[in-house]
């Protein structure tokens, strides 16, 4: 596994912006995928945002075209800008990376998360 630290959460009003990063404790050019989850009280853990590589990318439809990822092997760092927040955005974001141990044996670390809360 490798240790995984976020940050930037915060308040913010609803149209606003937040850039929240996930440090990991160790080189991560050999994590297959990095991204974000989130999950609000009472609500399903979601997939937000999903990285492999600069293009290689995948969103939710609820944030695709305000929500954008990116991730930095040189500083072993993962962001997740976000504009046009709404308050449905509330919710604690959690980064995770997935290295493969063998073809059909991933291995997911997961960060503490770093609460983003929206207000209406």
């Known amino acids: 596994q490798v240790q995984l630290v976020e940050s930037g959460g915060g308040l913010v009003q609803a149209g606003g912006s937040l850039r929240l990063s996930c440090a990991a404790s160790?080189?991560?050019?050999?994590?297959?995928?990095m991204g974000w989850f989130r999950q609000a009280p009472g609500k399903q853990r979601e997939l937000v945002a999903s990285i492999i590589s600069g293009t290689n990318t995948n969103y939710a439809d609820n944030v695709k075209g305000r929500f954008a990822i990116s991730r930095d092997d040189a500083k072993n760092t993962v962001h997740l800008q976000m504009s046009g927040l709404k308050p449905e955005d509330t919710a604690v974001y959690l980064c995770?990376?997935?290295?493969?141990?063998?073809?059909?044996?991933?291995?997911?670390?997961w960060g503490q998360g770093t609460q983003v809360t929206v207000a209406s």
């Open positions: 160790r080189t991560t050019f050999s994590i297959r995928a």
């Open positions: 995770y990376a997935e290295e493969m141990k063998g073809p059909y044996d991933p291995w997911y670390s």
